[in-house]
């Protein structure tokens, strides 16, 4: 019997690449076979070109209009007027990155004064790189294009055969384009637009010589694909209404840059990244050969980004796709990880929920953190987006469109296809957060029913304290959280969608954040972010040259045998209670209702199981951290936590 590597790669080899793919004295032509486009164009004698092109943007305001630096890979038939469509790239990381300070997160000011609310300067933080991010994500070395020879990732090793252009993109600011890295806005968006507008005539490029060149050989199709930053520029070009813009694959996108580096008013961090903002995301990607003339930008990025209130302005609204998401005209293809907390599944959920009804949507949720869906599934990831790049950018009826709209991998790593996010069926259901057994005693009790009155308090020690070890040892009492539990389930309960926290509470002292944590108490083994290689199980799924086989490694989550798991959470800085773009000043202990979001998510609760609400203040992997000491008084049974549920109330008991 055929070990998993060899069946997959029979099956992934099956058709030939032919010696030549037209007849003499005919034009090149694509071969469709079952439905698909089949490989019979040669990777190893692929056309490699560099090319500028000009923006219609002049973000380091030299008096010059920017370019992008724009390096194409596609099939040698080309030449010899086969025309075919573009699978895109865009990054600010083909160049690497550069180590920088993070902001300091240890402040000292006064959160909750009630004159200014002004925070004191931090030391810097530990520098940010992420050139981990880019190696492991985009499946090669950043910076690695020997000329035709070695390109990162599988799209040319895999589409390119099958009659596809792939191309990579240097963002603004970065690699070799000219302008300034500004991260998520206009000028930006419009950098990376411009060359999507070159391969359908409407920019100029030029070659290294200087000579215009036209993309003669392109449909004016094109796709724009990528994880992370890479995935997010594609939904900023979508926003454009780009002419030859057919489809977006963002994965591990960002929708909102404010919901990135903020939440509901409180400076935020991405997780791993604390301390990380726009201007240090901006020195980063910085990796232009000019390194003057950007300082004043990189300089107006820090004073407009707002550390002191953390207040959604006009700054975060140019980097918040979703006002013009109603402007998108694409199909969309969503990939997530349910256990990213870097780019949060808020991210997803609310540009997938802005899209529903008007354009075609697609979405994968899987297990992993911020992670490529290729390694993890890599057979049926290529089997769907490959239908789905025929589909629209060669309008080959194969079937796609009427597949399930959606997949989600199950704790058990199975997966499940379904034809809406959240599932259909799914209701709200609140609990209330009550007393325990002898008034004010903890932990207190989840239940469907408002059964106390009590007001119970703790004291912030999250500066020195993290989340994990705050939510530990439910059963006993702890000063420095407030803990909430469900009795053991009586079946397995389905949360889908995003829960939301409604609490009547008090502060005094300096914090002025409220945390809240949804936890699944209940010894098990569960899918942590993070997956290994399983060297044991190459997949050769595409065409090699010398230094890339066209083979990988799948993946395998890594998972972890615990008491509990932190499922989701949410944070509100409290003077923002009513808005994230107004600071208001609150009265140290007078009560207040506070209401906020948590991150969307789609997990099963056990049967056995406990659900948990607790709340802190200070979360020390994500929000600034003051001084220790602040006492946060709750007000038990009028506060709750609403779930979506499938199946409502019932599921629950």
């Not at 909430?484 to 009586?490: I, K, R």
């Not at 997949?539 to 799948?554: E, H, K, L, V, W």
């Not at 951290?625 to 109330?649: C, D, F, N, W």
């Amino acid at each position: 019997m055929l070990g998993a590597s060899a069946v997959t790669a029979a099956v992934f080899t099956a058709v030939a690449v032919p010696t030549g793919a037209s007849h003499a004295g005919t034009t090149p032509t694509i071969k469709v076979q079952g439905g698909e486009t089949q490989p019979v164009f040669s990777r190893a004698d692929a056309v490699y070109q560099t090319v500028d092109v000009q923006t219609t943007v002049d973000s380091d305001d030299d008096g010059k209009r920017d370019t992008v630096r724009v390096r194409v890979l596609r099939p040698k038939e080309t030449d010899q007027g086969l025309k075919v469509p573009i699978i895109m790239e865009p990054s600010p990381y083909w160049a690497g990155t550069l180590d920088i300070p993070n902001h300091g997160v240890d402040v000292d000011g006064d959160g909750l004064d009630d004159t200014t609310g002004r925070r004191l300067s931090a030391p810097p933080g530990d520098p940010s790189s992420r050139s981990k991010l880019t190696s492991e994500l985009l499946g090669g070395a950043p910076g690695a294009r020997a000329a035709a020879q070695v390109w990162s990732g599988y799209y040319d090793n895999y589409f390119l055969p099958r009659g596809y252009a792939v191309a990579q993109v240097d963002s603004i600011g970065s690699g070799g384009s000219t302008g300034c890295p500004t991260i998520g806005d206009r000028d930006e968006t419009l950098g990376v637009k411009a060359a999507v507008d070159w391969l359908t005539g409407d920019a100029k490029g030029w070659d290294e010589s200087g000579n215009r060149v036209r993309a003669d050989w392109s449909t004016g199709k094109v796709a724009l694909q990528g994880i992370s930053y890479n995935g997010t520029l594609p939904n900023q070009v979508a926003t454009t209404g780009a002419r030859g813009l057919k489809t977006i694959v963002p994965i591990a996108a960002i929708s909102s840059w404010y919901d990135y580096y903020r939440a509901n008013g409180g400076v935020l961090a991405p997780g791993g990244f604390q301390g990380e903002d726009t201007d240090v995301m901006s020195k980063l990607i910085y990796t232009r050969a000019d390194k003057e003339i950007c300082k004043p930008v990189i300089a107006d990025l820090a004073a407009r980004q707002d550390r002191e209130t953390g207040d959604y302005s006009k700054f975060w609204a140019a980097r918040d796709f979703l006002v013009n998401a109603k402007k998108v005209r694409v199909p969309v293809f969503l990939v997530h990880g349910l256990n990213d907390w870097n780019v949060k599944t808020k991210q997803f959920a609310q540009w997938w929920e802005a899209l529903q009804g008007q354009v075609p949507t697609k979405l994968w949720l899987h297990q992993a953190g911020h992670s490529n869906p290729f390694n993890l599934r890599i057979e049926e990831w290529l089997r769907q987006l490959h239908h789905w790049y025929d589909h629209w950018l060669y309008g080959i009826d194969n079937g796609i469109t009427r597949e399930p709209r959606v997949d989600v991998e199950q704790a058990d790593f199975s997966w499940k296809t379904q034809d809406a996010w959240p599932a259909r069926g799914t209701k709200d259901v609140t609990l209330h957060l009550n007393s325990g057994a002898g008034g004010n005693a903890q932990p207190g009790r989840l239940s469907t029913v408002r059964a106390s009155r009590d007001v119970q308090s703790l004291t912030d020690q999250g500066r020195t304290v993290n989340a994990n070890t705050l939510v530990d040892n439910e059963t006993e009492a702890n000063e420095n959280r407030l803990a909430y539990l469900t009795p053991g389930l009586v079946k397995d309960v389905h949360l889908n969608g995003t829960p939301t926290i409604s609490v009547d509470a008090s502060l005094k002292g300096t914090s002025p954040y409220l945390t809240a944590m949804l936890v699944d108490y209940g010894t098990d083994t569960r899918a942590t972010s993070g997956t290994s290689s399983d060297t044991s199980q190459q997949i050769c799924y595409g065409s090699g040259i010398p230094g890339d086989t066209g083979c990988a490694f799948r993946t395998r989550h890594v998972t972890e045998t615990a008491d509990f798991k932190i499922v989701t959470r949410g944070w509100l800085d409290a003077r923002n209670r009513h808005d994230a773009a107004r600071t208001e000043p609150i009265k140290e202990g007078r009560m207040y209702s506070f209401r906020w979001d948590m991150q969307p998510e789609d997990y099963v609760f056990k049967k056995g199981h406990r659900i948990g609400v607790v709340l802190i203040s200070t979360d020390y992997d994500y929000t600034l951290r003051y001084p220790a000491g602040t006492v946060m008084k709750v007000q038990t049974g009028i506060s709750s936590v609403r779930l979506p549920v499938e199946g409502g109330g019932s599921a629950i008991g």
